[in-house]
Each structure stands twice: as structure tokens, then as C-alpha cells.
């Protein structure tokens, strides 16, 4: 009976063992459709900044991650129905959405801003748009505001899958104005839409955290991604990162 029991508590160690690697493995969602902060490159690998935090903060906590591309509007769904542990997908830290999710600490904070055509007679991000229409993303915060604001003052409000898509409307002249967080219209700006439109202004009031999504139920997880985000922030692993793609704080 001695080596079967032996037998028996080396099994149970075993297979501790393996419960525990498992646990040691996170699947990490983005969207991929949001740069600088998550895109798809022409080989269909994932990058930006929310990719490189949930990368550098996967290797404080010496885990094994594997980051996949979720499609906005499906994201928050697809975390609760555990297809993956945590978004890392620059989302808006909200009362709506701490009803169904939890967050970490922001991991960096944003304004909403307006892009306008450069010839635009729009000049008030806050009250010009009565009589326009203005685009946004879908499910997102920039959606919110644009129905409970602009809409309710007579702007028309036209929501699109992606920020993208809502860009390159405006970018065709078939919307008056975009709202989106800050970052990402300026990137945009920058480049393919440089020619054609330009900042507006910030929307005053609107300063929010970006943070990490993970399951109510799963305040272990979320407590080890508030450490590790810490520690990269002291070690200097967070501005390496950042310097990548800014050149101003984003963290604040």
C-alpha cells in the first residue's frame, strides 16, 4: 500500500504542477483596429502601444500571454463569456461599464478631441454642430457623448465599426467632424489625414483613464496587473514604451 500512496502523492504533485502552469498562461484581447495603440501590420501581426504594455506587463508578472485581435463591439461580450482574461485595448475606464467588468488603474489618460476638414466654419468642439453630422465609434465612450451632446442639440450622429472608417468619411467629405479620444486622431492626423483636416480642440471635461479589463470576478488578476503596471512605471519600462510612439506624457 506504501507505493501506491507514494505513487498516488507524486501524481497529485504532478498535476499541481501542471493546474499551476496553466494558470501561468493569459490570453490578453486588443482590437487592432486602433493606432498607435493596437493595428495589424501587412504580415497580420499585432502591434502598438496597448500590445507592447501587454507584453512588457505579461513578462513583469513572468507569464506567458498570447495577444489576439477582438472586434470592438464584441469585445467586452467575448471577455465575460471567457474567451480570453483581459482586454488591453485602450478602453475607457466607465460607470457603465464597471456593471458588468472590472479595471485596473489607468495605464494612461486621454481626452476626447474633434477633427474638422481644414475649411471647416465648425469652431467650438463643445457647441457648434447643431445642423452637422459628426461621426464616431461605436460602443465607445466618443459615441456616448456624440448622442447624449451632439445629438441632443440637432447635430446628426453617424456611428461606424471602427475609428477608421469614421476617418475616412470625414476624410471623403461625408461627415462634418469626427470625435474620438485624442491620440489616435492626432496619429491619423498626421499622416493620411493630414491633408485634409486638423484638430478642432480637446472637449473640456472629458480627461478619462485608460485601463485593463478583466472579469469581476477575477480581482486576483486585476490586483497582480496593478503591481506589475506600477513596477514598470518605477523601473522605466513603461517610458520606453511609450517614447515609441509619443513624444509627451500620456500617463499623467
Known amino acids: ?17 501542471i493546474t499551476s ?24 501581426q499585432l502591434h502598438g502601444f496597448d500590445v507592447d504594455i501587454a507584453k512588457a506587463l505579461c513578462e513583469q508578472m513572468k507569464v ?22 483581459a482586454v488591453v485595448a485602450s478602453m475607457i475606464n466607465t460607470e457603465e461599464r464597471r456593471k458588468k467588468i472590472a479595471f485596473t488603474n489607468h495605464y494612461y489618460k486621454t481626452p476626447l478631441s474633434v477633427a474638422v476638414p481644414k475649411d471647416s466654419e465648425i469652431t467650438d468642439a463643445q457647441t457648434d454642430f447643431k445642423g452637422y453630422t459628426v461621426g464616431a465609434q461605436s460602443s465607445s465612450t466618443q459615441a456616448i457623448y456624440a448622442e447624449d451632446v451632439y445629438g441632443k442639440a440637432g447635430a446628426d450622429v453617424k456611428l461606424y465599426p471602427t475609428l477608421d472608417e469614421a476617418n475616412a468619411d ?10 474620438a479620444d485624442k491620440f489616435p486622431l492626432l496619429e491619423w492626423l498626421g499622416k493620411a489625414g493630414k491633408d485634409c483636416c486638423k484638430i478642432l480642440g480637446d472637449v473640456k471635461g472629458t480627461t478619462a483613464d485608460a485601463s485593463i479589463a478583466v472579469r469581476k470576478e477575477d480581482e486576483a488578476l ?27 506624457d500620456i500617463y499623467q
Open 64 to 85: 506567458e500571454c498570447t495577444v489576439v485581435a477582438q472586434d470592438w463591439e464584441g469585445i467586452i461580450p467575448a471577455l465575460m463569456a471567457k474567451k480570453y482574461d
Open 1 to 17: 500500500m506504501k507505493p501506491v500512496l507514494r505513487f498516488a502523492g507524486a501524481c497529485a504533485l504532478l498535476f499541481a504542477g
Open 170 to 179: 470625414l476624410a471623403a467629405g461625408r461627415l462634418d467632424g469626427v470625435i
Open 222 to 248: 486585476r490586483e497582480r496587473l496593478n503591481k506589475a503596471l506600477d513596477e514598470i512605471v518605477a523601473n522605466g519600462t513603461y517610458q520606453k514604451i511609450s517614447s515609441k510612439y509619443f513624444d509627451f
Open 21 to 44: 502552469a496553466q494558470a501561468e498562461t493569459l490570453k490578453i484581447a486588443t482590437e487592432g483596429a486602433y493606432p498607435p495603440f493596437n493595428y495589424v501590420d501587412s504580415k497580420n
